[in-house]
């Protein structure tokens, strides 16, 4: 399987020749759910969800389909009827040849007086990749890859290290970048690769590496 990071939270998994796409969003590039079968969604924060990029992707192929959750899925479903398929907790499907379970239901807190919104985590191949949307949910089952949401407003550094801890991957990769400055990244590269448990890495916008 080929991991390619896109801008923030948006990553590409190629495996037999087909593509996945998870979280396409407004920070990601304008292209990067272009060339995908499949696009993933976690949830409807507009850094994870462009309907701009969204519709790109399907108008420029009719076979590419999106699996999000309700929230997502009402706001794009209308201009493509039976492309637009919504998912929640416990789900299972196929989507360009990549196995995938949902786990979790909602956003990180961002703060008590901010309403939470839902979000979806997605397993894929049986835990070889996992992505956790906006959110620090354990999947029931090991993961090899995390994704991991290494910089955001509703987190700190301690609890990215022991969410870490917890799911206890093989590798952990950052997503969820953009907000992260270049002079803070040594601190977090430092910190969580002294205290996570596992291998921690990096990869820039457009770099790949294979798992």
């Not at 839902?118 to 191949?125: A, E, H, P």
Request: with cysteine; charged share 25%; hydrophobic share 40%.
């Amino acid at each position: 399987m080929k991991l390619t990071k896109k801008s923030h939270s948006c990553v590409r998994l190629e495996k037999d020749g087909r593509t996945l796409v998870i979280d396409p969003g407004g920070f990601s590039e304008r292209d990067s759910a272009v060339g995908a079968e499949a696009i993933l969604v976690t949830h409807e924060h507009a850094d994870h969800f462009d309907e701009e990029r969204l519709r790109t992707a399907l108008d420029a192929d009719p076979d590419v389909e999106i699996w999000t959750l309700k929230a997502v899925a009402e706001q794009i479903s209308t201009g493509f009827p039976g492309r637009v398929h919504t998912v929640g907790h416990g789900d299972t499907f196929t989507a360009a040849g990549f196995d995938v379970q949902v786990h979790g239901e909602l956003h990180a807190v961002i703060h008590p007086d901010i309403p939470r919104i839902t979000n979806v985590g997605y397993l894929i191949d049986g835990g070889r990749v996992f992505h956790p949307g906006d959110a620090l949910t354990v999947p029931d089952r090991p993961v090899e890859t995390l994704m991991l949401p290494v910089m955001a407003p509703w987190s700190k550094i301690s609890e990215v290290i022991d969410y870490v801890r917890e799911v206890k991957p093989q590798r952990a990769y950052d997503v969820h970048d953009a907000l992260l400055t270049d002079l803070a990244r040594p601190i977090y590269d430092r910190q969580i690769g002294a205290l996570g448990g596992c291998e921690h890495l990096r990869l820039t916008p457009g770099e790949s590496a294979r798992l």
